[in-house]
């Protein structure tokens, strides 16, 4: 409803199911022709990385060293459009994670892609926000999915670092 109100700040949530890094990092370029606006705030918040480090058959699904690219090269892409970049880290599943047949997401592993993932960001002067530990059993669906109260709890953290960080 563009041009009904005035608005200094639009939201647009971008979701892929079952994406990793190599697949957000085909589309940034298109999302973000899409979505960014002119004479606005354009933030990025990027979840990413926890289907990157989830084993298929006993496989990782990403290797580190292509998810590391990936993630440089999403931010450089998201940097050179104008927009401001906050990265969310991987959040641990809980130990009764149900998940398809042959799927298994290892806290140890989803540590090492985490621990990547936060110096990428400080190497490049990213916003990093750790989400290691927000959430409780409670606030699970499933073990790996967050409930309304664990998305509350997400959103409530992601605003806080925002707003303390404002550019």
């Known amino acids: 409803?563009?041009?009904?109100?005035?608005?200094?700040?639009?939201?647009?949530?971008?979701?892929?199911?079952?994406?990793?890094?190599?697949?957000?990092?085909?589309?940034?370029?298109?999302?973000?022709?899409?979505?960014?606006?002119?004479?606005?705030?354009?933030?990025?918040?990027?979840?990413?990385?926890i289907n990157s480090c989830r084993s298929v058959n006993k496989n990782i699904k990403e290797d580190i060293d292509v998810f590391s690219k990936n993630i440089i090269d999403i931010i450089s892409q998201v940097k050179i459009s104008g927009c401001n970049i906050t990265v969310l880290g991987i959040m641990e599943v809980s130990d009764d994670c149900q998940c398809k047949p042959g799927v298994v997401f290892d806290n140890d592993i989803i540590d090492l892609y985490d621990e990547t993932l936060c110096d990428i960001c400080l190497n490049n002067s990213v916003g990093y926000v750790r989400m290691r530990d927000l959430l409780e059993y409670d606030d699970y669906i499933d073990g790996l999915h967050p409930n309304h109260q664990g998305h509350l709890k997400i959103f409530k953290k992601i605003k806080k670092e925002i707003l303390a960080n404002e550019r």
């Open 1 to 49: 409803m563009r041009g009904s109100i005035s608005c200094s700040n639009y939201v647009h949530i971008v979701g892929f199911p079952d994406a990793v890094s190599n697949d957000i990092s085909l589309r940034i370029r298109g999302i973000l022709e899409t979505f960014r606006f002119d004479g606005v705030n354009n933030e990025v918040i990027l979840s990413i990385g």
